[in-house]
């Protein structure tokens, strides 16, 4: 049974940067698929990155080239850099995984905890 617990959130004000961490046990992060996803008050959960096994990345479009999912095998642990933030950036952060390669869609088994991003 693979955990995650995500850390790093906070509040920041627009044009910011954060770092957010999921921290993995249960399972190496080098065997396993993983995302980021964002839920805000009164919308749907949508993806904002993915991570394949092979190091292979997607972003969805709102956060291309401000966003920079990552990952450390030694330490077991996925990121998400942020930059430049906006206000519409606000919102629950999860992190998700799986054996299984899902992209962007919304179909992992593991789930973290989530952390709140707040920009003002």
């Known amino acids: 049974h693979v955990q995650l617990v995500e850390s790093g959130g906070g509040s920041v004000q627009t044009g910011g940067s954060l770092r957010l961490s999921c921290a993995a046990s249960g399972s190496a992060v080098s065997n396993l698929y993983m995302a980021w996803f964002r839920q805000a008050p009164g919308k749907e959960r949508e993806a904002v990155a993915y991570l394949a096994i092979n190091g292979g990345t997607d972003y969805t479009h709102a956060v291309a080239g401000r966003f920079t999912i990552s990952k450390d095998t030694a330490k077991d642990t996925l990121y998400l850099q942020m930059d430049s933030l906006k206000p519409e950036d606000s919102a629950m952060y999860y992190c998700?995984?799986?054996?299984?390669?899902?992209?962007?869609?919304?179909?992992?088994?593991?789930w973290g905890q989530g952390t709140q991003v707040t920009v003002s």
């Open positions: 998700a995984a799986d054996h299984y390669g899902f992209g962007l869609a919304n179909s992992y088994r593991y």
